[in-house]
């Protein structure tokens, strides 16, 4: 029998023999370690383990070390699986949080794009707006341009029917002069007009 200082006394049975221990662990967990050398130690003896009660020993000290090294190394393969999920954990949290910028960012890109096509969808109704006004003032003007070219072709006819008769009524021919280098400013002038707005409006039908 042997004995081991310590704190709190222990007297256990390994493979029949006694041993006395003193230790600061609690008395049932030595009991329970005690037992479990002593099941190695008869395990290896029905196995058909030779040697002496020390080479049993022995022999159970290398089975219950191997046993402890395994649970160690699968404590160290537990503790790197469980680094390497925390690792995949914040790597797909910091793919998720790029996510969520990454939406946040195309809400405000289309919004940002929706306000873009609002505006030119005003610009656009105003540009049919004022196309719509142009051609209206273009109808308008060639409405008048044929009504001078009908009062100018009136005028020249006028003019011929004077001519042709040979009136002698100075005063007349002046007016009729007068009036029809009026008609002849005046369709000028709407000509003029008319081309520019021909011009604007061409214009702006080929910037669509």
């Given amino acids: 029998m042997s004995e081991v200082s310590g704190n709190t006394k222990v ?23 005690a037992g479990y050398v002593d099941e190695v130690m008869r395990d290896l003896v029905q196995k058909g383990a ?13 089975n219950i070390t191997g046993e402890l090294m395994g649970e160690r190394d699968a ?13 995949d954990i914040a ?15 195309y809400k405000e890109d289309s919004r940002a794009i929706q306000e873009q096509k609002d505006a030119l969808q005003e610009r656009l ?14 109808e308008e003007r060639e409405s008048v341009v044929a009504r001078l070219e009908a009062e100018l072709e009136s005028a020249n006819t006028r003019l011929r029917n ?23 400013g005046n369709y000028f002038e709407l000509q003029m ?8 409006l061409e214009r702006y039908r080929s910037n669509q």
């Fill in 91 to 105: 790597h797909f949290q910091q793919l998720w949080e790029e996510a969520k910028r990454s939406h946040l960012q």
């Fill in 11 to 33: 007297t256990v049975v390994i493979y029949g023999q006694e041993y006395t221990f003193a230790s600061a662990k609690p008395k049932d967990r030595l009991i329970r370690i």
């Fill in 75 to 87: 404590q160290l393969e537990t503790e790197r699986e469980k680094e390497q999920l925390q690792k």
């Fill in 50 to 62: 030779p040697g002496p009660v020390t080479g049993l020993a022995m022999l159970a000290a290398i």
């Fill in 162 to 184: 004077a001519n042709d008769q040979r009136e002698d009524n100075s005063e007349q021919i002046r007016e009729l002069m007068d009036k029809l280098k009026e008609i002849e």
């Fill in 125 to 138: 109704n105003a540009k049919s707006i004022e196309a719509d006004n142009l051609i209206r003032s273009a």
């Fill in 193 to 200: 007009e008319n081309i520019q707005m021909k011009g604007d």
